[in-house]
């Protein structure tokens, strides 16, 4: 079994920051690929950005400038720090792991709303 736990949501004006984490928990082998994906009601799960164990990041074009991901390994997190939010940012945040033995794994979400 395995979990990802996500925190950091919440409500934050236009042009405000936030933080999301996202820790992973259970029986882990290793972690390889993290990422957070968003979603809004009514339309598909979308890439907001990826880091891999070793290498660069991925970020979708609409966050580039604006998201940073980074990733703790020895704390098994992974974290989206949000500058300049916009209200089209609104959507439900969802934490991606790729664990060894378990496969893509998913946490929760967790709701990011920005609206003044």
């Known amino acids: 079994q395995v979990q990802l736990v996500e925190s950091g949501g919440g409500l934050v004006q236009p042009g405000g920051s936030l933080r999301l984490s996202c820790e992973a928990s259970?029986?882990?082998?290793?972690?390889?690929?993290m990422g957070w994906y968003r979603q809004v009601i009514g339309k598909q799960r979308e890439l907001v950005a990826t880091?891999?164990?070793?290498?660069?990041?991925n970020y979708a074009d609409s966050v580039k400038g604006r998201f940073t991901i980074a990733r703790d390994n020895a704390r098994k997190r992974v974290y989206l720090e949000m500058n300049s939010l916009k209200p089209e940012d609104t959507a439900v945040y969802y934490c991606?792991?790729?664990?060894?033995?378990?496969?893509?794994?998913w946490g929760q979400g967790t709701q990011v709303t920005v609206s003044s």
């Open positions: 880091i891999p164990r070793g290498g660069s990041t």
């Open positions: 259970g029986s882990i082998l290793s972690i390889g690929d």
């Open positions: 991606y792991a790729y664990i060894v033995p378990h496969g893509a794994s």
